[in-house]
């Protein structure tokens, strides 16, 4: 069993910043991929940027040059540096990763941004 705890979000000015965290825990082998995705009030969840057990990142292009993804040393942890952030950046941060082909979610940290 695979778990999935995010940290880090609350409320901020526009032009401010955030920084989420995201621990994995349980029976970890090998996590191929490690991202975050974000549900605003009645649209559909996407995805805000992803990095691959080499390091390849990849982003949302509305997020290109504010935010930034990473992964701790012991590589069950990754984080997501959000800067200049927008009233439009407002939704709920959800962790995932891929572990042995198997989707896992965490249960979700709440971003606001305030004009």
């Known amino acids: 069993q695979v778990q999935l705890v995010e940290s880090g979000g609350g409320l901020v000015e526009a032009g401010g910043s955030l920084r989420l965290s995201c621990a994995v825990s349980?029976?970890?082998?090998?996590?191929?991929?490690m991202g975050w995705y974000r549900q605003a009030p009645g649209l559909q969840r996407e995805l805000v940027a992803h990095?691959?057990?080499?390091?390849?990142?990849n982003y949302a292009d509305s997020v290109k040059g504010r935010f930034t993804i990473s992964r701790g040393n012991a590589k069950n942890t990754v984080y997501l540096q959000m800067n200049s952030l927008k009233p439009e950046d407002t939704a709920v941060y959800y962790c995932h990763v891929v572990h042995f082909n198997m989707d896992y979610w965490g249960k979700g940290t709440l971003v606001t941004v305030s004009s």
């Open positions: 990095i691959s057990s080499g390091g390849r990142t």
């Open positions: 349980g029976t970890i082998f090998n996590i191929n991929v």
